[in-house]
């Protein structure tokens, strides 16, 4: 078995819904991020065999189709969709592995692309009644274990107080970093949430269910992210570029605890890599929620010191079913600087967690 390797990762800026990326379809935000990771790998349109993208909220069909149309990829190019909701983006590229591990490709752009903005109105249909309004659909077939995702990250018991240090922290690290992996898109070549966060600014924000509140809470957002993902035979022109995917790993855990679920994929993706959590180098841990960041990290033994180093959700958004590939494409960004190893991990609803080890 041979592994895959991943030789450009770009994306957009994170732009809270409503904001400057709010008119834009997801094609609309996926295919410059395409382009420019096939500039970026010197690779043409006609190498690619297929695009893999994670979407969570949108309308359905095929939005990875969309995409690869968008940005010139050949008609051959089907595109794969994909929706394990918030781990999607992340899945996308350990689906994308296996296909070059399978031998199946040897040229695959993986990721997702989420426009909160767009999402369309959802309605639930019954024969004798009229249809009714929904924003988010069931995740276990029983209510009494699908709880709001803010009362379980609450659920956690985390002190305040270190929530609202670890989202001060990601904002101060957001706006002491350069991200050039970003494509500049309507005007905008940065993450424009980050912002001066203080104690006190966290001290005065609103409850959404206990300690967890608006300044400790990622904000839905828009964006697209993808990587480009290749076989070892590709890789070995670009040596330069390459870093290889040395595993990953998505686990379920119990849906009455989705921030928890990460912990079993980090462990199990450890294990099968023969590492110990000391040996990882930096970390892009998903912050949907600063309570489930910081339980993660303790939960699965990394540094904190090693996470984040740019700056997370909480100083960004979160756009669902691109914020795995945001993760990975940071970690690709922050590994061009270093040797060893890194991992990204991502929690999802129904208590999914899933995490991705890359080294050189």
Known sequence: MTHSFIIAARRTPVVPHGGALSTMDIHELGAPVVRACLEDA???????????????????????????????????????????????????????????????????????????SRRPIRMRTSENAPPVAYDSPPFTPWPDRDPDMAVAADAIGIARDIQDAWAVKSHQKARAATHPEIVPMAGIDRDPYARRLTAATCARAKSIAGDVTFANTSVAADAAAFVVVVSAKIAANMPDRAIKIITGATRGDAPERPALAPIGAIKAALEHAALAPSDIAVVEMMEAYAAQAVACVDGAGLSADRCNLGGGALARGHPIGASGAILATRLYQEMQARDGFGLAAIAAAGGLGSALILGR
Request: net charge negative; hydrophobic share 50%; glycine share 16%.
């Open 42 to 116: 010197g690779l043409s349109p006609d190498q690619v065999d297929d695009l893999i993208c994670a979407n969570a909220i949108g309308g359905g069909g095929n939005p990875a189709r969309l995409v690869a149309l968008a940005a010139g990829l050949p008609d051959r190019v089907a595109g794969l969709s994909i929706d394990r909701q918030c781990v999607g983006g992340l899945d996308a590229i350990l689906l994308a592995d296996a296909m070059i591990r399978a031998g199946q490709a040897d040229v695959i752009i993986a990721g997702g692309a989420e426009s909160y």
